[in-house]
Every structure is written in structure tokens, then in C-alpha cells.
């Protein structure tokens, strides 16, 4: 259990936390939410005992090992793989006493201890994790030198993860994954067996890997059962709630001031007056909630151009004249929503570089409309902007001939305000830094927008506010992005990058998921040799649809003793030294409950299959 009492902490005069207090019992999910800058990343080096608290305590139960990802692996000859490993250091210095030791007891001791950790069997999970994150097996034994500083971020996440630390704390650690990897992790942490708290503004991971919400807010912490849709319901009712109090309150307080300034000097009514001046004095003001804060984004909207904007016919691309893709037959018109899908190394980002001219064909014919200006947005941008120069100065060199209120008034249709455009890049968070990447993308009015990975630095609202954006820009869209809920409410169209190939997915991005989340099933069939299928009865059909609903059924109640069993380990009383601590029958229950459910959904699946193959056979 991870026990938060009172914790106080400023930075510069600043105070970030005060009186901030919150218990996560053992075991649990939570994100960890609130606008940049309040504080949730120093709640974390806080938690570390990497800064020390104002005032407050922060309690863990004693040896619990907590760990984080590391800023970056180096740059080392060291493979992955032994990298991962060695993130276990109990299992390294086991294994290397197993070399050295004589005495037989201490032996004996050693062997039962790395039988106990499943020691043998460290390499294959290991393995497993960066398969995970995306790296091949032969990958695996390369070098960390051989790979960005991206990837190697990626390499620090499984290492942290391999390690399984008692508390993990991620902090935005779909950052420098892929689609296919923030899926593979939201399903990773969802069976991480110890207590997990993420910082993340992905929608996505937050409604699926976590079953409550820490939230800072105003200095204080604040836990909210269930996952991020419930707790933006629970807050908006709050909200309005809160607002309401206000206005009722104002209105009472004008009425008593309106008697106060008419009758306070008249003798007869003095009394009266007194009276609601203290009334007035008495009276805690209830504050009402800030409006949210407006994050914006304005795309200049393009002229219209007769489609399609873009024909690629049999066209091949590359590098080194090795082709990458093959074989393209793609057509993009002006009204056009489209999302990229597939592995990172399929070819996604050579697409996007082949689209926005950036990269030439090696074979085939591109149309290209005339006037097409293309705008485009790569996460690596943000690297490539000048640290010593401000916002506006950006601006300024681009265009030199627009006086400085219509560039300073560009800069706040992206939310970059007074302060900011007079700020020097390198003191931007990375959220402004995307913003003014975006804005130099969309300077010209472009017909068609790529981007790869917007929503890095971005916080929720302002990946709603880019939603809002890309829904009323009258251009053509391409997004490479691993947050679903983004691609979910822009793309209407989604493209499948694997083997060389370009091919429309016709399914959904639920069905993508899913697909991904299996092992991609569908691949695995097409591979077995087909076989005359046995033609299924009727009554063994009902049957399997008996099974599939009692599963499903079972499924159901075992999530809902899940979440009444959370909602009573949330009750800090249950922790209270002085009662005696009534939590750990309760967590074994939970425990229980968490095993059963496991199983339940692996029959649940069984049973799915065994149905669809007889409906197969049927057909």
C-alpha cells in the first residue's frame, strides 16, 4: 500500500503540493492526471525520495522495491537482451555467486533462491517484453548502440518492466511507442501483478489499464474509482454542481448588499443592516470551478483542388535503391480522413515521406494535383527547432513581411500566448513545442496534413482541442498516431502498411485491436493448409452457445466483485493502525477474485472460438 499523508512541497516559492494526501492499496491501477505543470511528475521524484518533502510523509511497506524507467539506456555494446537482464540484479548476483560459491549450504541456498524467482526461465520473458515493445529476436542480440535514443527508451521500459518492481511508476510511457506497443502495454500492465501509477493523456490506457484516478488539482490529491470516462463524468457533475452553489451564493450576497447600501444609514433600519453585514462577513464564499482552460488550434483552411489530390499507380519507394513498399495503387482525395496502421518498420513513416514529396519514387507514376501544398508534422521536429529563438522569432524568418500583432495573433490561434511567443524554445514544455511545430506545418494553408504522432506532449484537453481542429479543416488528413481515441473520431478511412504493401483495412479499429491483441489470428489462418471442415449439428451449435453466454455470464459477475472489492479496499479506515488492519482479507479476496478472472476469460475465448469455427463449418 502506497500511503500519502499530508505531503507539502513548493519550487521556487511555488507551492505544487500542500496538505496533499492519498491512499492506493496494494495491487491497484491508477493514473495519475493534471494539467502540465501541477506537479505530477514531482509527486513521482517525491515518491522516489529523489526530493524531500516540505512537510507530510509518504509510506510504503518496508523492502517494497520501486521502480521507474530510466531518461535514457546508454549508448553501450551491451545487447538488449542482457541489458533487460540485468535489470534483475537479485538474478545477476545469484547467478554469479552460483559460479563462485563452495560452501554447500550456501549452494543449496542459492539454487532454491533462483528456483524461486524462476530464474531459468528470465530470458525468454525478457524476450517476450521487447518482442512486446517491438523488437525482433534478431534485434535482440544487436547492441544499444544501434539503436535512437527513441528505441532506447523503449529498451528502459522493458527493463523496468522485466524487473516487476513492487511499485511501478510510468510517467508518459507511450511516448515512443507505436500503436502496436501502447496496445501491447495497456494489456502488460492490466495482469501486472503489483501496484501500478501511471502518468498519461492517453485516453485509451487510462479507460483500459487502470481501475482509478489520482487526481491533482489546486495542490491537492483526489482518487476517483473507475477509469477516465468516469472520472471526466464524475467531474463535469462536480463542476456543475460547484457552479451552481456559486451562483446561487452571489445572488444571495447581492441581495443582502443591495438592503445593506439602502438602509445602513437610515436610523430605522440600521439594526437590520448591521445584522447583514455580519451575515455577509460570515458567509465562506463558495469559489466557483475555472472554466476549463481553452486549448486551441486554428488550420487555415486551403482552397479546393479537383481530385484526387494525390494517384500513386504501381509506385515502388525506398532507400539505397532497396525497395520498402511495393506495388502502390492509392488514391487521396481533398475530403479524405486516412490512418496508418501497422508495425513500427512496415513502412508507415516512408509513406508519409513518400506522400509529402520528402522521399522520391523508385518506380511507377505519382499525379500530383497543381497548387498541392502539403503540410507536414513529425514528432522528431520538435528537435529541429532553434532552442535559442522565440516562438516569434520562428515566425519572423518565415515570414519576414507580416508585421509582428499578425504573427504574435497566429501563434495564439494555437494556443501560444503573450508570455509564450516571447519565450525562448528551450525553456517551451515539449506540449508548446508541438503546438509551434504544428503551426510552422500549417503555415501555408496546406490541401493535405501529415502527421506523425501529434499528440506527444499534448495533454487530454489539447488532443480534444486537435479532434476539434482536424474535424473542421476542409484539407485531407493522414495520421500515424498510437492514440486510438484520436484516430477513432478523425479517421474515416484506415490503411494497413505491412509485407511491402499498402491495402485497405476494411474491418474497424476495435476489430485492428483485437486483431493485434490475438496474435493476428486471421495471419495464422491463412497459413494452415485448409482442410474439409466437419459439418456441425444443430444441437452441438445450441450447445456451444449455452457454454459461451454461461462464460460470458461468469465474466460479468466476477468484474463486478472486482469492483466492489476496489471500491472497499479504496476506504483508508480499512488501514487504520489503531482498529488493526483489516485490509489483507480483503486483498487476498481481491487477489482471488483477480486469478478467477483470468481463467474465466480464458474459457470465455475457448468458448468464442469453438462456437466460431462450428458457425464456420456450418456455412
Partial sequence: MLKIQDISYSVEGRPLLQNASATIPAGHKVGLVGHNGS?????????????????????????????????????????????????????????????TATDPTRIADVQNRLADIDAWSAEARASAILKGLGFTTAEQAMPCSAFSGGWRMRVALAAVLFSAPDLLLLDEPTNYLDLEGALWLETYLMRYPHTVLIIS?????????????????????????????????????????????????????????SYVDRFRYKASKAKQAQSRIKMLEKMAPITAPDE?????????????????????????????????????????????????LGRNGEGKSTLAKLLSDRLPAMGGRITRANKLQVGYFAQ????????????????????????????????????????????????????????????????????????DEPTNHLDIESREALVEALTAYSGAVILVSHDMHLLSLVADRLWLVKAGRVRVWEDD???????????????????????????????????????????????????????????????????????GNQAEPWQKKYAEVMNGLDRAEALWLTALEKLEKAEGAKN
Fill in 292 to 340: 476549463a482552460r481553452k486549448h486551441i488550434f486554428t488550420f487555415p483552411n486551403p482552397e479546393e483542388l479537383s481530385p484526387p489530390i494525390i494517384h500513386l499507380e504501381d509506385v515502388s519507394v525506398g532507400y539505397g535503391g532497396k525497395p520498402v513498399l511495393r506495388q502502390l495503387d492509392l488514391r487521396i482525395d481533398q475530403d479524405d480522413r486516412i490512418a496508418l
Fill in 39 to 99: 506537479g505530477k511528475t514531482t509527486l513521482f521524484r517525491l515518491i522516489r525520495g529523489e526530493l524531500s518533502l516540505e512537510g507530510g510523509e509518504i509510506r510504503l511497506p518496508s523492502r517494497a522495491r520501486i521502480g521507474g524507467v530510466a531518461q535514457e539506456v546508454p549508448s553501450s555494446e551491451t545487447s538488449l537482451i542482457d541489458t533487460v537482464l540485468a535489470a534483475d540484479t537479485e538474478r545477476t548476483q545469484l547467478l554469479a555467486e552460483a559460479e
Fill in 201 to 257: 493523456h492517453d485516453r485509451g490506457l487510462l479507460n483500459r489499464a487502470v481501475g482509478a484516478i489520482l487526481h491533482l488539482e489546486n495542490r491537492k490529491l483526489t482518487l476517483y474509482q473507475g477509469n477516465y470516462d468516469t472520472f471526466a463524468r464524475t467531474r463535469a457533475q462536480q463542476r456543475a454542481v460547484a457552479a451552481a452553489e456559486a451562483k446561487k451564493q452571489e445572488l444571495r450576497r447581492a441581495h443582502l448588499q
Fill in 509 to 579: 479499429l476495435e476489430a485492428y485491436r483485437k486483431d493485434l491483441l490475438a496474435g493476428d489470428p486471421a495471419e495464422k489462418r491463412r497459413a494452415r493448409p485448409k482442410l474439409p471442415a466437419r459439418q456441425t449439428t444443430r444441437e452441438e451449435r445450441l450447445a456451444l452457445r449455452a457454454e459461451v453466454r454461461k462464460c460470458e455470464q461468469r465474466v460479468e459477475k466476477l468484474n463486478d466483485m472486482r469492483d466492489r472489492l476496489a471500491a472497499k479496499l479504496a476506504d483508508p479506515a480499512l488501514y487504520d493502525a489503531e482498529a
Fill in 380 to 451: 522528431h521536429q520538435t528537435d529541429e527547432l532553434e532552442v535559442d529563438e522565440t516562438p516569434l522569432q520562428h515566425l519572423q524568418r518565415v515570414l519576414p513581411d507580416q508585421p509582428p500583432s499578425r504573427l504574435r495573433a497566429r501563434l495564439a490561434g494555437f494556443g501560444l500566448g503573450p508570455d509564450q511567443a516571447e519565450t525562448e524554445v528551450g525553456r517551451l514544455s515539449g506540449g508548446q513545442k508541438s503546438r509551434l511545430s504544428l503551426l510552422l506545418a500549417t503555415l501555408d494553408a496546406p490541401h493535405l496534413l501529415i502527421l
